[in-house]
C-alpha cells in the first residue's frame, strides 16, 4: 500500500492522491483502517466502552429482576447480557496487547453498574413495605393516607420512654416519594423505615381499595 498504510486526514490529500487513493480496492482500505492507530487506540476503545456500559447496565437489571422475582424479563435481559459480553471479549482477545482496551473494559463496567443503578432506581419496579413510627397523634397522617388509596394497618406501642403510634403499609416503589412527602408535612419528626416485599399474596391496587379503612390491631 505504500504511503497509504495509515488513515490520512482529507484536507492533506492533493488530487495526485486521491486518483491514486481512488484506485485501491475497498477491502484493502478497510484492512488498512482496521490496523491503523486511529482504530486500534480511539475506534476500538469507544465501542469497548459503550459495549461493556451496555452488557453491564442490562446485567444490573437483570440481577434486580431476579431479585424481585420477574421471571419472564430476567431471562431476556440475561440473553443479551451475554451476547454483548462475547462480543466484546471477542475483541479485546483480538487485540490483547493493546492496554488501552482493558482501560476502556474497566471504564465501562464502572460506568455500567452506575447508569444500571439510576435506571433501576428510575423505574421503581416493585412493591415496598413501610413502618412509620410516631410519638405524636397519628389521626392526621393516617386519615391523609387513607384519602390517598393506601391501605394502613396501625396500632399503639410502647417506646423506651413514653407511647407511640405504629403504622404499617405496603406500598408500590413509584409512591415512595409522594409518601415520604405525606409523612414529612403531617408528622415531620415521624420515624420510618422502608423494606424490599419480594411477593404479597394480594395485589397492592386490591390493597388500597379494599383496605381503604384503617385498621387498628388488637
Request: positive net charge; charged residues 20%; glycine residues 8%.
Amino acid at each position: 500500500m505504500g504511503n497509504y498504510d495509515k488513515i490520512v486526514p482529507a484536507f492533506l490529500f492533493t488530487k495526485h492522491d486521491f486518483a491514486l487513493y481512488s484506485q485501491q480496492p475497498a477491502c484493502a482500505t478497510m484492512t488498512d483502517f482496521y490496523h491503523s492507530d486511529l482504530f486500534s487506540y480511539v475506534v476500538l476503545p469507544l465501542m469497548i466502552v459503550l459495549a461493556r456500559i451496555s452488557d453491564v447496565t442490562v446485567g444490573t437489571l437483570r440481577i434486580v429482576m431476579v431479585s424481585k422475582g420477574q421471571k419472564r424479563i430476567a431471562p431476556l435481559l440475561g440473553f443479551f447480557e451475554v451476547i454483548i459480553w462475547l462480543v466484546t471479549m471477542s475483541k479485546i482477545i483480538q487485540n490483547i496487547d493493546n492496554w488501552v482496551a482493558y482501560v476502556a473494559y474497566g471504564a465501562g463496567f464502572a460506568a455500567g453498574n452506575y447508569i444500571g443503578l439510576i435506571i433501576e432506581e428510575k423505574l421503581a419496579v416493585g412493591i415496598v413495605h413501610l413502618q412509620i413510627i410516631t410519638r405524636t397523634n397519628a389521626d392526621n397522617l393516617i386519615a391523609k393516607l387513607k384519602a390517598k388509596g393506601y391501605g394502613i394497618t396501625y396500632h399503639d406501642a410502647y417506646g423506651a420512654n413514653e407511647k407511640v403510634a405504629v403504622i404499617y403499609s405496603i406500598i408500590k416503589r413509584g409512591d415512595i416519594t409522594q409518601v415520604i412527602e405525606i409523612i414529612r408535612t403531617y408528622n415531620p419528626n415521624a420515624f420510618y423505615s422502608i423494606e424490599e416485599v419480594k411477593f404479597v399474596s394480594r395485589g397492592v391496587e386490591s390493597t388500597a381499595k379494599s383496605l381503604g379503612s384503617w385498621r387498628k390491631g388488637k
